[in-house]
């Protein structure tokens, strides 16, 4: 079966600081990724998508890049991290070529100070 | 673009009571649409589906119907527990190019006993 892994589940970084998020997917092959955030009280943001290795669209344009080093491997990422990038990110993964829903992880709390 | 409109929360219920969350959605094509559920501080899970007009979703008492005609899938429920206190989300996949989910602000579901 498909699992999806997302690390770390919480996260408190300095303004100013790097940021690196990983989504791992496991038992699907060249599935399309996905980054999400949701703010507090707010719903949820595509941030980016990737249908294949190295292939990465942004949805917004902000302090924050994607990557997809491997088919199932999906790396968020910021060089410095500002207050308004604090929130809740959601790494998921759908089926390539069919309709149908996509699967979270857990979610990483990111709180930026 | 596609787009999801769900009424807004936080809804607050007694124990056994009637639920109904609105949800209309605007997309081109034949998007397939789901309700998906965030316990607190955890990811989304999917709580059903429904992928060509009439079909009905349904899992753990919750039951949404695809109605084309009025660009609807809202969310009901006969009688709420406790446990079914959660943020609700609706959302749509479109059925080209991508595949981008695209979600509802959420509704915030109370039920108190």
């Known amino acids: 079966s498909q699992t999806i892994h997302q690390w770390p589940a919480t996260l408190v970084q300095p303004v100013g600081s790097p940021l690196s998020l990983e989504c791992t997917v496991e038992?699907?092959?060249?599935?399309?990724l996905y980054w999400y955030r949701q703010a507090a009280g707010r719903g949820l943001q595509l941030l980016f998508y990737?249908?294949?290795?190295?292939?990465i669209s942004s949805e917004v344009p902000q302090n924050l890049s994607a990557s997809r080093p491997q088919d199932r491997q999906f790396i968020l990422s910021s060089k410095k991290l500002l207050l308004s990038d604090s929130g809740f990110y959601l790494c998921?993964?759908?089926?390539?070529?069919?309709?149908?829903?996509?699967?979270f992880g857990q979610g990483t709390r990111l709180t930026v100070v | 673009g596609d787009s999801v409109t769900q009424m807004e929360g936080p809804v607050t219920l007694s124990e056994e009571a009637f639920l109904t969350i609105n949800c209309t959605y605007t997309a081109t094509g034949y998007p397939s649409l789901f309700w998906y559920v965030q316990y607190p501080g955890e990811g989304l899970q999917l709580l059903l589906k429904a992928t060509k007009a009439d079909d009905k979703g349904s899992n753990k008492g919750f039951e949404a119907t695809y109605r084309k005609e009025t660009t609807s899938f809202h969310l009901e429920k006969g009688s709420v527990q406790v446990s079914d206190s959660a943020v609700y989300f609706c959302?749509?996949?479109?059925?080209?190019?991508?595949?981008?989910?695209?979600f509802g602000t959420g509704t915030k579901l109370q039920v108190i006993p």
């Open positions: 990737s249908v294949g290795i190295g292939q």
């Open positions: 959302a749509l996949m479109g059925s080209g190019g991508y595949q981008k989910v695209t």
């Open positions: 998921a993964w759908a089926l390539t070529g069919m309709n149908t829903e996509a699967f």
């Open positions: 038992g699907t092959s060249n599935p399309n």
